[in-house]
């Protein structure tokens, strides 16, 4: 039967980001500036605190750079899982070359964050200091107004950007699918490619970086960030006709945008509780279409503070109490969490015993840099408890590389399960969706993950703050091989059923890999 569908594959259409309701302007992203724009007047203190343009001296830089590279190379357990070794200290010694003269913080983050790229580690990227972003938090600058979806169109041998919102909803030129060629006189293609140079990704996963420049507000930070803010910018995009025409778009104003301003205010109404609950039901809910015999579970995360182990408990009772045939599990945009609860999911979809992982292991259990690094004295402390030195001179976790889980007795779902997955769908889903997919009942639908298939380094992940700037990044301690006999290319978990975006579904607004799914589940009755 699985074989039937795999000849389906290379559907060449496309769904909105990671999900339906992700379409259009993010409101929750408007309710953050505007809400920061209402917070400006109260926080004067908290702003004169911090200077964006304060610049630090080659010394000062310097010396966060040794710690920055010194951290890396000594605890980093994929620092040269991808690159070797020679090459990566080619990209240290260039970012210590431009270290010669004064840098405020964030050009000395790009800095950072070109080489820390080159580890091709997803788990592995730059974050402001504290300062900077509390000071970010309270002053609205003007924003890149497109929100663009951006693939590689294999048939065009090009990159692909098209308008996926305009948050000037009156703008009746640049709207919904209008296909953007150059910006500032740029070409797309090279515009894309230079932002790409500071995202880091598993392995040689170009869809992790297309779908980050997609999220919404994604394209339009890393732009302003690299090639800096205007009043306007000149798009060169194609028309109806197929001709190259020029248009002038201004930099989008949160202040001054009144409409959602009402919409803020009705928001900030509500109580911390309902919030919350907003929360869990955006982030994990299921569906049930009786008349499809059907259901459709909703996981944007794995995170562990949104009681999932009940959720799933529930669901899947509930499911086997109507007799559900068809499940769909939506982890588009599921950036990870908790081991423990995607290994609990997988469990209820899972027909035999499986393994976390076949080597779970760290570099050293101790650090130099100890006095920089977030939440040492307990990370070690756990680290000295449930790893142990074996020939490798690695440090291994071995439950969880000997150890192997039983599906579910009860409840557990045997039908048939359609994962959709996409660019966000990262670390711990990557660990589920790559455990259940060789099962004749499971199929993948959509695009590649981006959470590497061989593995990755999710597992106990503290920041380092650097003294002078303070600059934090993200130090993995942990290296995890998923399957050790699938090949080490660098890719994310392949689907078995490919929905690629097409412009025409951009245009329409289409969730086709949801589309897509529903013809499969349609043909099995």
């Not at 730059?126 to 300062?131: G, L, P, V, W």
């Not at 996981?299 to 769909?328: A, D």
């Not at 650097?466 to 699938?486: A, G, M, Q, W, Y």
Request: net charge positive; with cysteine; proline share 3%.
């Amino acid at each position: 039967m699985k074989t039937l569908f795999k000849k389906k594959c290379a559907i060449g259409n496309w769904q909105a980001d990671t999900s339906r309701r992700r379409t259009g302007i993010s409101f929750l992203f408007i309710v953050y500036c505007l809400l920061s724009a209402i917070m400006l007047g109260s926080c004067s203190v908290s702003k004169s605190s911090f200077t964006p343009s304060k610049k630090y001296s080659p010394e000062e830089l310097n010396k966060d750079y040794t710690i920055f590279r010194g951290a890396l190379e000594e605890s980093h357990p994929g620092i040269y899982w991808y690159t070797p070794k020679n090459e990566m200290d080619n990209y240290f010694e260039w970012g210590k070359s431009q270290l010669k003269d004064s840098l405020n913080e964030e050009d000395f983050r790009k800095v950072l964050a070109y080489v820390i790229s080159k580890i091709n580690c997803g788990h592995t990227v730059t974050r402001s200091s504290t300062a900077f972003m509390r000071y970010r938090d309270t002053n609205v600058n003007k924003i890149f107004p497109l929100s663009l979806k951006i693939w590689s169109d294999t048939s065009l041998t090009d990159d692909t950007a098209t308008v996926a919102a305009n948050l000037f909803r009156k703008d009746t030129t640049l709207t919904r699918g209008v296909v953007v060629k150059k910006i500032d006189h740029r070409p797309i293609e090279t515009i894309i490619d230079t932002l790409c140079q500071y995202i880091s990704s598993d392995g040689h996963n170009m869809t992790h970086k297309f779908q980050s420049l997609s999220n919404r507000g994604g394209f339009g930070a890393a732009f302003t960030s690299i090639y800096g803010q205007k009043e306007n910018y000149f798009i060169d995009y194609l028309g109806n006709d197929g001709i190259e025409k020029t248009a002038t778009i201004a930099s989008y104003n949160p202040r001054t945008d009144t409409a959602n301003r009402i919409a803020i205010s009705r928001f900030a109404k509500t109580t911390r509780a309902e919030r919350k609950k907003q929360v869990m039901r955006a982030t994990r809910n299921l569906r049930i279409d009786s008349l499809n015999n059907a259901a459709f579970m909703d996981l944007g995360s794995f995170g562990r503070n949104l009681k999932l182990k009940s959720f799933l408990r529930k669901s899947f009772k509930e499911m086997q109490h109507k007799g559900t045939k068809s499940l769909v599990v939506d982890v588009r945009g599921n950036g990870g969490g908790s081991v423990t609860n995607s290994t609990f999911l997988t469990k209820f979809i899972a027909d035999k015993k499986f393994k976390v992982a076949d080597s779970l292991y760290a570099n050293t259990r101790n650090s130099r840099y100890k006095k920089y690094i977030e939440g040492y004295f307990f990370n070690r402390f756990f680290m000295f408890f449930v790893t142990a030195k074996k020939k490798d001179g690695k440090y291994h976790f071995g439950y969880f590389e000997r150890h192997y889980f039983k599906p579910k007795k009860k409840d557990r779902f045997t039908g048939n399960v359609y994962i959709l997955t996409g660019g966000n769908s990262f670390s711990a889903t990557t660990l589920f969706t790559q455990t259940v997919k060789p099962q004749d009942n499971v199929f993948v639908v959509g695009e590649e993950t981006g959470g590497g298939a061989y593995g990755n380094t999710a597992w106990l992940i503290p920041d380092l703050t650097l003294p002078e700037t303070s600059i934090r990044f993200r130090l993995p301690l942990f290296r995890l091989v998923i399957d050790k006999n699938i090949p080490k290319d660098g890719r994310g978990v392949q689907p078995e059923i490919i929905a690629m975006p097409t412009t025409e579904a951009i245009r329409r607004g289409a969730d086709y890999k949801m589309d897509k799914v529903m013809e499969l589940i349609k043909s099995h009755q």
